[in-house]
T-cell receptor, first 113, second 110 residues
């Protein structure tokens, strides 16, 4: 079975641009998460979907970050407009739900110049 | 303040030595998980241990819920164990809202 697939692996953007990160969860998983990882802050939850419904929108990340899940096998994270402080690794994860194991993708490394 | 604190921040071992990683958390945790992240790689769940002691392979985790701490013991370390070990707790009791520590970076030299 395929794991969580994230594309692209690397993204370079100019300040002010719009970027869209993509994620395909493990087939059959009900929960999907977007995290941001930096050395200083570690992993921060951006969004959480359960059965395609947005359950958590990340509080402080609401303004310029928007995650969508149009179907059960595909999610996007849009950052608009990008700022240099958005430079980080963006991780997508999925699980069957509840306390089941969380499976992570390899991440997208975003650099904003 | 930081809700999940891990120590040490980094650790260097010789192959064959044992490692002891610590995780302390400031609020009640209904779930505690240990993850491994290889250099430049994705996170992989190692084990879930909200209380007591669990073993898997060369890994042993002991969580003392009342004292809000957990440890991860790696026995007979190998160079392939090098990477970052992350502790995460769930405070929501809903199984999804994990709060991660910033990790322990482990380097095992041959």
């Amino acid at each position: 079975d395929a794991g969580v697939t994230q594309t692209p692996r690397h993204e370079v953007a100019e300040k002010g641009q719009t970027i869209i990160l993509k994620c395909e969860p493990v087939s059959g998983h009900n929960d999907l998460f977007w995290y941001r990882q930096t050395k200083i802050q570690g992993l921060e939850l951006l969004s959480y979907f359960r059965s395609k419904s947005l359950m958590e929108d990340g509080g402080a990340f609401k303004d310029r970050f928007k995650a969508e899940m149009l179907n059960s096998s595909f999610s996007t994270l849009k950052i608009q407009p990008t700022e240099p402080k958005d430079s980080a690794v963006y991780l997508c994860a999925s699980s069957l739900g509840g306390k089941n194991t969380l499976y992570f993708g390899a991440g997208t490394r975003l650099s904003v110049l | 303040g930081q809700q999940v604190q891990q120590s040490p921040a980094s650790l260097v071992l010789q192959e064959g030595e044992n490692a002891e990683l610590q995780c302390n958390f400031s609020s009640t945790a209904t779930q505690l998980q240990w993850f491994y992240q290889s250099p430049g790689g994705s996170l992989v769940s190692l084990l879930s241990n909200p209380s007591g002691t669990k073993h898997t392979g060369r890994l042993t985790s002991t969580t003392v819920t009342k004292e809000r701490r957990s440890s991860l013991h790696i026995s007979s370390s190998q160079t392939t164990d090098s990477g970052t070990y992350l502790c995460a707790i769930d405070r929501s009791n809903m199984g999804y809202k994990l709060t991660f520590g910033t990790g322990t970076s482990l380097l095992v030299d041959p």
